[in-house]
């Protein structure tokens, strides 16, 4: 390839790689198989009750039979996968990008590099993702299935503990608003807090559910000072202060910030919450733009339907069970206070959601399929330069989580010491990034190699256990 080094892929059994087309793939595979087939179980349940020859009737028959028709594919798509079978074209399906995915397909192919087993990790994940959708796509009443739908809520429910926590401490800010944007000392600790609060956040996304319980979940969202200080060790490359400083410089520039949004749930919660953060209680940003995955995306991505029943959801009574609000009945209120002013910036347009057209609020934005696309970053300009230019006119583009730090890096094999600036390749200094990324995939860049040893020596899979992460900032070019 014209890349400096080699792809990460699962021809290297003691990457992660190898373990997830061997068990997680598998795994969130018959997941979704299970999901399909309670519906279909349902759909011949009701069967019976409907009048025999109705449009009802042969409606749930077509979407029954669908459902099977679905099932039976991600049964061959394992088989194919376990057997090392070669991936293969996406079907002409009418959504974009198929042409595009089969084009690197048939490179793929030309290098013998086209099977489960021999292919690049990075794009054959992404692949996998755009062939499930190619599946529900090419049918009458599956179009919109979401098969991770009922995970990403059941999940969102189990985090209202760290939710109302979280909530209360922005409720704690409200009575220091003023004292807090006349003094940067105070200003920049909070900063970090709110930087961490957010990193961390990114800690439980679904696709590594395969080997996480939901006590793993809750501990990682334990949020708070002390929690924080005690994992600001595992922080294996801190550029905290050099964001914190460049907003600074900011000061009256209306700044707009993007994020590039990773898991749905509470990860998206610490988003709004840092947002929130930015546009509220410092004065350097007047607008944030929330970037989603277009299609069901890793598990646990956030589609505009996440986001846009994320507010619903935390206002509702019957959401969240109240007794999770253990510092007493005030916290409902500041967790509604908190989310009215949300929805709020949403409705002004001081948040906003950037996809194609929004008919919902109203607004307009280049194309966002860009993130579902099988490239590194570094091809943005080429691939879509509209949103390339779109994201020219930001202040600071926030991407977060794992995947977004494989695309960024390109999940090439770069050496541990290699500069973050070098890793992005063409894609830095465009706009300034700001990338918040635990652990979950082996490439790493921009750590001493001392530090990378002694983590090696002692036996930590810290590349891939979601216990350390990085917060690695790169500013415009002058
Ligand atoms: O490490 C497992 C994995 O599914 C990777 O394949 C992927 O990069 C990542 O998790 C998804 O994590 P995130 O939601 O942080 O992008
Ligand atoms: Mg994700």
């Not at 009922?150 to 409720?171: D, P, V």
């Not at 200003?187 to 696709?207: V, Y």
């Not at 002390?226 to 801190?238: N, S, T, W, Y």
């Not at 999940?411 to 992005?424: Q, R, Y």
Request: with cysteine; aromatic share 12%; proline share 6%.
């Amino acid at each position: 390839s014209e890349y400096p080094y080699p792809p990460y892929d699962p021809t290297d059994k003691s990457g992660f790689s190898y373990d997830t087309v061997v068990k997680r793939w598998p795994i969130i595979l018959t997941g979704i198989i299970d999901t399909i087939y309670r519906i279909d179980h349902d759909i011949s349940v009701s069967l019976p009750s409907l009048t025999a020859g109705s449009t009802e009737e042969t409606q749930a028959q077509t979407k029954f039979a669908e459902g099977k028709a679905i099932i039976e594919k991600i049964s061959q798509l394992k088989y194919d996968m376990a057997r090392d079978r070669p991936l293969e074209c996406i079907p002409a399906d009418g959504e974009v990008y198929a042409d595009e995915y089969n084009e690197v397909l048939n490179q793929l192919a030309e290098q013998k590099h086209n099977t489960w087993f021999t292919a690049p990790w990075l794009y054959a994940e992404c692949y996998l993702y755009r062939l499930l959708r190619s599946f529900v796509t090419q049918t009458v009443h599956w179009k919109s299935f979401d098969p991770f739908y009922a995970q990403k809520e059941e999940t969102f429910r189990g985090s209202s503990k760290a939710i109302y926590q979280l909530a209360t401490t922005i409720h704690e800010l409200d009575a220091e608003k003023q004292s807090i944007r006349d003094d940067r000392g105070k200003l920049a600790i909070l900063f970090k807090e709110m930087i961490q609060m957010c990193l961390w956040g990114n800690a439980t996304d679904l696709s590594l559910l395969t080997h996480m319980s939901h006590d793993d979940i809750a501990h990682l969202q334990t949020v708070g000072k002390e929690a924080q200080a005690a994992r600001l060790e595992f922080i294996l490359k801190d550029d905290q202060d050099k964001v914190i400083s460049y907003l600074e410089s900011l000061k009256d520039k209306d700044a707009r910030v993007d994020f590039v949004l990773d898991n749905a749930g509470f990860e998206l919660f610490t988003d709004f919450v840092f947002a929130d953060f930015l546009v509220t209680y410092t004065p350097y940003v007047k607008k944030v733009v929330f970037h989603p995955k277009l299609i069901p995306w890793f598990v646990s991505d956030v589609t505009p339907s996440d986001f846009k029943s994320t507010i619903p959801s935390l206002f509702s009574e019957s959401f969240f069970n109240p007794s999770n609000a253990s510092g007493g009945p005030q916290q409902h209120e500041y967790l509604q206070k908190m989310v009215t002013r949300w929805q709020s910036y949403l409705d002004s347009g001081v948040f906003t959601l950037a996809v194609p057209v929004d008919t919902e609020l109203g607004q307009s934005h280049p194309k966002g399929d860009f993130w579902t696309g099988p490239w590194p970053y570094w091809d943005l300009q080429e691939k879509a330069p509209e949103l390339w230019e779109d994201l020219r006119g930001s202040s600071l583009v926030v991407f977060k989580g794992d995947l977004n730090y494989r695309k960024l890096t390109g999940d090439i094999k770069w050496p541990v010491t290699t500069p973050f600036e070098t890793a992005v390749g063409s894609f830095g200094g465009v706009f300034p990034i700001l990338s918040l990324r635990t652990n979950k995939a082996d490439v790493v860049v921009d750590v001493p190699q001392e530090v990378a040893d002694k983590l090696d020596a002692a036996g930590e899979k810290w590349r891939v256990n979601g216990k350390y992460a990085l917060v690695s900032f790169l500013p415009r070019r002058a």
